[in-house]
């Protein structure tokens, strides 16, 4: 056995507390695993492992010299991954699901220029506001908002979703600017459904102070696109994600309100099928979609036509 593989086994030891287990998981006996550390122990002059009826323990040289084996496995564990990655392609079928504003807003432009970048990859883009089954649908990569439930499936953090309070500068002209969350009650508001959790918004000022508010108003919707264009007919406030409220703010249909206190904003992460085995078409998606997601990146989106 080579100082390597040694390297790994002697980790799988320290691990399980086993002999026969750390032989098992690399695919050797115990007894060669046995003769790999005495052989170790000796060549080092020193005990590292401590051998008893309850199991195998570190010593405390063993302990300091487990570290290091393990720094050194991460590296060549880096190394091998690199040396994959840059013999492989990203090729083939990678299906992809995503809420529909965000899909057709912020995910299409950017994965077309990933796929511009990999002539050999097919992409299949679903939008649907519901959450799928990842297994069920055969879907690669799936974009979630908001913190997620443990579960079996892997996932990536890939960045922040804010969102900011707006609405027409005509409505604001018939209704005074709400300067606190508690003047809001006095004003209509355009309610998301699936977002802010619906009829409470909750803001935060720079005290970070958190303060929370019952809304109502004449107009609800679980679509992004259908909140955006109420406010920009000036029916109310609004609560939108920065990408979807940016363009409209830059063209001055709508502005900002209250800006001294913030909406939650919303984690992004790449949620995938299983966190063991994620094929390179995945990776290398998310790897490219954490890069479009720093800063103000809604600032970055291409002009979109608003009807």
């Known amino acids: 056995m080579d100082r390597v593989q040694g390297i790994f086994l002697f980790i799988r030891i320290v691990e399980t507390g ?6 098992e998981d ?16 000796k060549r080092l002059g020193t005990l590292l492992l401590h051998r008893s009826t309850r199991g ?18 991460q590296e060549i564990n880096e190394a091998d991954d690199l040396a994959s990655l840059m013999q492989s392609k990203v090729r083939g079928k990678l299906t992809i699901s995503s809420s529909v504003a965000f899909g057709r807003r912020v995910l299409t432009p950017s994965i077309l220029e990933f796929m511009s970048h990999h002539p050999e990859l097919e992409v ?3 939008m649907d506001d519901r959450y799928i089954n990842l297994v069920e649908q055969g879907v690669d990569l799936a974009i979630r908002m908001r913190n997620l439930p443990d579960s079996s499936l892997g996932s990536r953090f890939i960045g922040m979703n804010p969102w900011i ?49 019952e809304v109502k108003g004449p107009f609800i919707s679980n679509n992004l696109s259908s909140i955006l264009s109420a406010a920009r007919a000036g029916m109310g406030l609004a609560a939108l994600p920065c ?23 919303q984690e992004m992460h790449a949620v995938f099928s299983s966190p063991k085995h994620v094929p390179t078409k995945v ?10 997601f720093k800063g103000e990146w809604w600032k970055g989106l291409p002009p979109e036509h608003i009807e």
């Open 18 to 23: 086993s002999f026969s287990k750390a032989a």
């Open 26 to 41: 690399l695919g050797i006996t115990q007894p060669t695993a046995t003769k790999f550390v005495a052989s170790l122990e």
């Open 56 to 73: 195998v323990m570190a010593t405390e040289i063993g302990k300091l010299y487990y570290e290091k084996c393990k720094i050194i496995s």
């Open 124 to 126: 299949d883009l679903s």
């Open 165 to 213: 309070l707006v609405a027409n500068p005509k409505y604001l002209q018939e209704h005074p600017s709400p300067k606190v969350p508690e003047d809001i009650k006095k004003h209509r508001a355009l309610i998301y459904t699936t977002a802010q959790s619906d009829h409470r918004w909750s803001f935060t000022n720079p005290q970070n102070q958190t303060e929370v508010v």
């Open 243 to 265: 990408y979807v409220a940016h363009q409209s703010i830059q063209d001055q249909v709508l502005q900002p309100v209250m800006e001294d206190w913030l909406l939650p904003s």
């Open 283 to 292: 990776s290398q998606c998310i790897d490219w979609l954490q890069g479009q």
